[in-house]
Every structure is written in structure tokens, then in C-alpha cells.
């Protein structure tokens, strides 16, 4: 089993910024890929970013490439999402997910996923 917490979600201003984190424990890490994915009201959950565990290889939505930056710690067993310029439209319930490497890379589709965090808000006010 892996246990995923996010944390560091809140309200922020158009513009501004929030480092979201995802603290696994549980399974071999190196054996899973770390996704985010979002879902806003009304919508379906969609894929954000995704990392290896050794860091080395990293995939975004096209809709955040540039903006936001997924990252891991393995001495902290953490994944992080660096959200930068945020704007409304990103207001959504963020999560930490993890799939295993033998699913594949670009790993994009959350029905891949076997472990799922609980969830943060993040919430953009203009």
C-alpha cells in the first residue's frame, strides 16, 4: 500500500503563487510514477503533471507547461507542484496520485492510477 497526504493548498490572488505537497509512504517509491491531477466543480478530474520518483523524467498538460513545475524530494519522500501565475481558472481540488512504472510513460490517465491522495483546495480570486 501507498499513503498519500497533499497539502499547501489555499486562496491566492490572480498572479500569485502555491507549492502544493504530497508526502507518500508506504511501497518501494522507485516503483511508481507521481501525478497530480485536478478537478473543479463540475468538470472531470484531468491530468496536471507527473514525475518519476528519480526525478528524471517529468510530463505536463500543455495547459500548464511553463507555469507550473512538478518536482520530487526523495530524502523527504515528497513530491511537490510549484504553481506560479496562478489564475481562476485553476481553482480546482488538487491530488497526488501514484501508478506503477510498469503502466507506462507518459503516465496521463487517471483510470492508471492506484493510489490517490485526499485531496487539496486551491482556490484563485481575481
Known amino acids: 500500500q501507498v499513503q498519500l497526504v497533499e497539502s499547501g493548498g489555499g486562496l491566492v490572488q490572480t498572479g500569485g503563487s502555491l507549492r502544493l505537497s504530497c508526502a507518500a509512504s508506504g511501497r518501494t517509491f522507485s516503483l511508481y510514477h507521481m501525478g497530480w491531477f485536478r478537478q473543479a466543480p463540475g468538470k472531470e478530474r484531468e491530468f496536471v503533471a507527473a514525475i518519476s520518483w528519480s526525478g528524471g523524467s517529468t510530463t505536463y498538460a500543455d495547459s500548464v507547461k511553463g507555469r507550473f513545475t512538478i518536482s520530487v524530494d526523495n530524502a523527504k519522500n515528497t513530491v511537490y507542484l510549484e504553481m506560479d501565475s496562478l489564475k481562476p481558472e485553476h481553482t480546482a481540488v488538487y491530488y497526488c496520485?501514484?501508478?506503477?512504472?510498469?503502466?507506462?510513460?507518459?503516465?496521463?490517465?487517471?483510470?492508471?492510477?492506484?493510489?490517490w491522495g485526499q485531496g487539496t483546495q486551491v482556490t484563485v480570486s481575481s
Open positions: 496520485a501514484a501508478t506503477s512504472v510498469f503502466s507506462g510513460w507518459p503516465p496521463r490517465l487517471a483510470a492508471t492510477y492506484d493510489y
